[in-house]
């Protein structure tokens, strides 16, 4: 069955630091256990929303699939689908996205025909 760790994190620069916001630096919090992705897209009251920490209107999100592939949308209404705007989150492969705080994120896994 595949889930979705979510965890917040803090970005900054890097050796040499240019100005480019590209470590992550610490992380803030997390959904706690792993949220679980089914075939029908995350919906409703049941989709994770971006937490403004220490007065950040806009944070980075540290997402892993486990167990399998999965489509990631967010927004101010997203649904996760193997169309349109959505990310595809590779299994055990940590992706960071920016997520202003507010919008909400949606997961479906993958079904390959």
Do not use: C, K, W
Request: avoid cysteine; proline fraction near 5%; hydrophobic fraction near 35%.
């Amino acid at each position: 069955m595949a889930s979705v760790r979510i965890e917040y994190v803090s970005l900054g620069g890097g050796p040499g630091d240019d100005g480019r916001q590209n470590i992550i630096y610490s992380v803030l919090g997390s959904e706690g256990a792993p949220l679980a992705v089914t075939s029908t897209a995350t919906s409703g009251g049941s989709r994770p929303e971006g937490d403004e920490f220490g007065g950040r209107a806009t944070t980075y999100v540290r997402l892993t699939a486990i167990g399998d592939s999965i489509y990631m949308a967010h927004g101010a209404d997203p649904t996760a689908a193997a169309t349109g705007a959505s990310l595809r989150l590779a299994q055990d492969i940590p992706e960071v996205v920016r997520i202003p705080a507010g919008n909400l994120m949606s997961f479906v896994t993958i079904t390959e025909s």
